[in-house]
Structures are given as structure tokens and as C-alpha cells.
């Protein structure tokens, strides 16, 4: 199934494009996935950009925005241990 597959609309007359819109979504620090208190969930508007691409906008000093920042510098410092993008490694 793909994005396209599902009900979109375009909200508002001046969109980019289409949205889920009000789509909760779990988060958690890339440094510590399985730390129950470091989770969060939110409640964002994602923009459909292709079959299995969403875009969302964060600000900086939000949860997610902090989490993706942290991802961004790992990944920009090829440090992968943090990078987990909901792998499970097997400590419960």
C-alpha cells in the first residue's frame, strides 16, 4: 500500500499539497529508544511528498524537533549507534 492509496485531501485553498492531518505520532530519543520516559507523542500535520514519503515541520525546542536534530548529527558524523529509526536491538 502506498501513501497515494489512502483518502487525502488538500485542506486549505493555498496547500502545498495534500496532508494527514492531526496524525499522531511516537517518538523517541534516538539515544535511549527504550526509555519509557524519554517518548512523546504529538499531534502534526504531515505533508504527502511521494508513495512513501512524509514531510513534517518541528520546531527546534519540541520533543521531535530535539530528537531529529540529534539523528541529523549522527548521521551527518556517520555515528550510527543512535540511529536506530525504530529498529528493535533487542534490549527490552
Known amino acids: 500500500m502506498t501513501l497515494y492509496e489512502l483518502l487525502l485531501y488538500q485542506i486549505n485553498e493555498y496547500d502545498g499539497g495534500f496532508y494527514l492531518v492531526k496524525a499522531s505520532l511516537d517518538s ?11 517518548q512523546n507523542v504529538g499531534i502534526y500535520r504531515l505533508q504527502v511528498h511521494g508513495p512513501d514519503l512524509l514531510l513534517l515541520m518541528s520546531v527546534p525546542s519540541h520533543d521531535i524537533g530535539r530528537q531529529i536534530a540529534v539523528l541529523l548529527w549522527c548521521f551527518r558524523n556517520k555515528d550510527t549507534r543512535s540511529i536506530k529509526m525504530g529498529e528493535d536491538d533487542g534490549h527490552s
Open 28 to 38: 523517541h530519543d534516538p539515544c535511549e529508544p527504550n526509555d519509557f520516559n524519554k
